[in-house]
C-alpha cells in the first residue's frame, strides 16, 4: 500500500575516510559523554537526513557542509577539551553547518552569492542559540555574542564571511540579542 512510503529519512554519524578508525570510536565514547548538548543537535541533524562525517579537515576549519546532506566535523577542534572551543562554541559551529545545509536545500537559493550563504548560517546560530537560551541554556549565545565580533574584526576584509558578519552585527535583531544576553549575568 503506498500510503505507508512517506516516513523520514534519517543521516547518521559516519567516519571520514581515511580517518582511524580507532580514533573515531574513541571520539565517540568519550565525547557524547562529555559534550551531550552537542551530540544532543547533532541527533537532531542526523535524524533530518544529513549524514555528520568525523574527519580531517585540511584547512583546519571546525567545520565544513557539502550539498544538502553532508556535514564534516574537523576532529581536532571538536573533539578536544579546550578552553578555546568549549561545549557552546561546538554548538554554534554545528548550528552554522547545519545552517548551510537547510540554505541549500531551498532550490530558491540555488544562485545565491557565498555572502548570502554565510549570512544565513551565521544567522541561523544566532536565532536557534536565542531559543537555547531562552530555554535556559545560555552557552551559545553567548559565545557567539563573544566571538562574532571577534571575528569581524580579525576576518579578511571583503570576505564572503566578513561582509555577511557585518550586515548581520549591524542588524537590531543582533543588537536587541546583546542586549538580552550581553551583560554580565549568566
Ligand atoms: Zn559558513
Sequence with gaps: MLLFISFA?????QRGINFPEKQYNKILLDNQKLYPRLWGIVDEITRNDVDVYITHIKNGSPGR???????????????RASKNYPEGRLVVVMLHEYGHILFNRNKNNKDATRTDREYYAFKYSVKRSLTLANNGYREPIRQLIRHLPLRLKHGKKGSPHN?????LTQED?????IKQYGGTHR
Design 173 to 177: 535583531f543582533w543588537l536587541d540579542t
Design 9 to 13: 529519512y534519517a543521516g547518521a554519524i
Design 65 to 79: 557542509t557539502r550539498g544538502n546532506h553532508s556535514i564534516s566535523m574537523n576532529y581536532k577542534t571538536f573533539f
Design 163 to 167: 561582509i555577511a558578519l557585518k550586515k
